[in-house]
């Protein structure tokens, strides 16, 4: 665009320009630019936005992340920009004029946050100042072209809320509710996109108010706001100008010494499990975190495999009994074929037998039938009785009515 051009080059022979100053040099631009002719008002206010979104938002997203409806914006290289509503993703006829507005947009986006991505080092997170997440690929990583993805994340879904949605039982919502004001060390698991950090965000809302709760993420996204005695740790990667790393394996051993009441880390997926179960179980109950995974004992496999990357020298039998004895549940996430997420399994983690985890499902989704709409229907059904029962009643912990 022949008028963003021209308006980079007036700014770069200034130091620094406020908005105001900006949107009087794009008012200019667009006067000089019509040579006399006539614009209409729409069009002129239009094009003002537009090229004001360019200098300081999101340029031709800022509109798609506006959109409540759009739950996720995939930008693959400059000429396709698909979105996510309601569960379907969809192209826009948007395109991006030249790889250059793209990059310029995605270093826009990292340096807010202190990141960096180059050539050298191509692949990087970041946040939106709404918490969205942003993770970008350029080449020579990205063949076809810089590829930037965004997952938005709006006000946080209370559990009344899923429970509206359906994608809960009000049952298992009473049951989660006491598990995190008792103190049950959970995980929440499932596959991409299956809405993970929005359950953890929605049981977070169950923390006891007077509790010192620490998070800690690689890209800030729990909102976590009922909480006055919170402290929210974020890591850094390691940049030119001599940053050093801050690995998750870092805050959590940093967190240690904070007197934590509750740890909640954003996503296990490295080493830094190991320090995470080691915390859990020596005290530090109430702690919860998300985790890739198929199922819920492929949750504890994976939190095994993770907990053997942190290097730390461990008879595997060892690692495994550390596993079963800090998680008491885990709460399994799917996303559907008609595009919803639900909450599809919560089970209780048993001890080892024959060094093999053991899960025993309190509550399952049973799907009945799947329309040619590809709407599905179905319903929660409650299965085994969990076998701390006896001491859920004496902690205060309303199990749902078994037969």
Not at 77 to 93: P, W
Not at 180 to 193: A, C, D, H, P
Not at 354 to 366: A, I, M, V
Request: charged share 25%; with cysteine.
């Amino acid at each position: 665009m022949v008028l963003r051009q021209r308006l980079m080059e007036q700014m770069e022979s200034r130091m620094q320009v406020e908005d105001e100053e900006l949107r009087d040099l794009i008012d200019m631009a667009i006067l000089e630019a019509a040579e006399g002719a006539y614009l209409p008002l729409k069009e002129r206010l239009c094009l003002r936005k537009e090229l004001f979104d360019s200098f300081r938002r999101l340029d031709i997203l800022q509109e798609l992340v506006d959109d409540p409806t759009i739950t996720e914006i995939m930008v693959n290289g400059t000429e396709h920009i698909f979105v996510e509503r309601q569960g379907r993703v969809e192209e826009l006829e948007k395109h991006f004029d030249s790889v250059g507005q793209l990059e310029d947009l995605i270093q826009q986006i990292v340096s807010r946050v202190n990141r960096t991505v180059n050539l050298a080092s191509p692949i990087a997170d970041a946040r939106l100042e709404d918490g969205s997440r942003v993770h970008v690929v350029l080449a020579p990583v990205a063949l076809n072209g810089p590829i930037l993805t965004i997952r938005k994340f709006p006000e946080p879904i209370t559990m009344e809320r899923l429970i509206e949605l359906k994608s809960i039982s009000r049952e298992a919502a009473a049951f989660l509710q006491k598990a995190v004001e008792r103190g049950l060390n959970i995980f929440i698991s499932g596959g991409t996109g299956s809405g993970k950090t929005t359950i953890l965000n929605a049981m977070s809302g169950y923390i006891p108010q007077e509790d010192r709760v620490i998070t800690i993420e690689d890209s800030a996204e729990l909102q976590i706001r009922h909480v006055a005695n919170l402290v929210s740790l974020e890591t850094r990667v390691e940049n030119r100008d001599g940053s050093q790393e801050i690995s998750m394996r870092d805050l959590i051993r940093a967190s240690l010494r904070m007197r934590p009441d509750r740890i909640i880390v954003g996503e296990v997926r490295g080493g830094e499990a190991l320090e995470m179960l080691q915390a859990m179980n020596t005290g530090h109950s109430g702690s919860m975190s998300t985790i890739h995974a198929n199922s819920p004992v492929d949750a504890l496999r994976r939190m095994e495999t993770c907990a053997i990357l942190s290097g730390v020298e461990l008879p595997l039998n060892a690692v495994r009994m550390q596993v079963a004895s800090a998680i008491n549940c885990i709460v399994h996430t799917m996303r559907l074929p008609d595009g919803s997420r639900k909450i599809v399994d919560i089970s209780e983690v048993l001890p080892l037998k024959d060094g093999e985890y053991r899960t025993s499902p309190l509550l399952k989704w049973n799907t009945r039938s799947i329309a040619q709409d590809g709407s599905v229907s179905g319903d929660f059904s409650l299965c085994n009785k969990p076998s701390f029962a006896e001491d859920a009643t004496i902690m205060g912990i309303e199990l749902p009515k078994y037969e």
